[in-house]
């Protein structure tokens, strides 16, 4: 069976420091992967998607970043942290075979940037 | 940009009723999901319903779509303390791979 594995679960940075978030999936091949945020109460913002190694797509601009250096990892990094970028990270996959197919979320960051 | 929002925003209910909670939504659509997620964690996958599909019922779950009204609404049957949650719609469209995820409607179920 699949499982995606998210790490760190909370992570309190200051200002300034860099950051890195990693993602992995096992059980299966060539998945599309997610990097989503969540402020308090509100919706999902849709950060980076990947549909391959190498391969990035970014939704909205911003000082954060994503890489993809094998085909089940995908890493949410920053060189600054912005008191902004506080929030509950999600990485998220799916299958390639078609699109709009479910999503399937891991246990989420939440980073406090102070 | 969020396409699916949820209705009501925030809904509390006892142990035994049903919660029914709405969805619209503006382009037209592929599919549509809905979501679970509790407090501090990952979203769960509930249900995808196709817009050629009407209606699709899981466990106490049933979920209804109008493709002519843009909505779709999701009841939980004879509602229990463990289904307080955030419940999110996402619409799916076009080519894209990515569902877009509207804003939640949170759930209280008092015991």
């Known amino acids: 069976s699949q499982t995606i594995h998210q790490w760190p679960a909370t992570l309190v940075q200051p200002v300034g420091s860099p950051l890195s978030l990693e993602c992995t999936v096992e059980g299966t091949s060539n998945p599309n992967l997610y990097w989503y945020r969540q402020a308090a109460g509100r919706g999902l913002q849709l950060l980076f998607y990947s549909v391959g190694i190498g391969q990035i797509s970014s939704e909205v601009p911003q000082n954060l970043s994503a890489s993809r250096p094998q085909d089940r990892q995908f890493i949410l990094s920053s060189k600054k942290l912005l008191l902004s970028d506080s929030g509950f990270y999600l990485c998220?996959?799916?299958?390639?075979?078609?699109?709009?197919?479910?999503?399937?979320f891991g246990s989420g960051t939440q980073l406090s940037v102070l | 940009s969020q396409q699916g929002e949820e209705d009501p925003q925030a809904l509390s209910i006892q142990e035994g009723e049903n919660a029914t909670m709405n969805c619209s939504y503006k382009?037209?659509?592929?599919?549509l999901q809905w979501y679970r997620q509790n407090s501090g964690r990952g979203l769960v996958h509930l249900i995808l319903?196709?817009?050629?599909?009407r209606e699709k019922h899981s466990g106490r779950l049933r979920v209804t779509l109008d493709t002519s009204k843009k909505s779709s609404s999701l009841l939980i049957t004879a509602s229990r303390a463990a289904d307080t949650a955030s419940y999110f719609c996402a619409t799916g469209s076009g080519g894209s791979y990515i569902p877009t995820f509207g804003r939640g409607t949170s759930l209280i179920v008092h015991p």
């Open positions: 319903i196709r817009s050629n599909e």
């Open positions: 998220a996959w799916s299958t390639g075979a078609s699109t709009n197919e479910k999503l399937f």
């Open positions: 382009t037209s659509i592929n599919n």
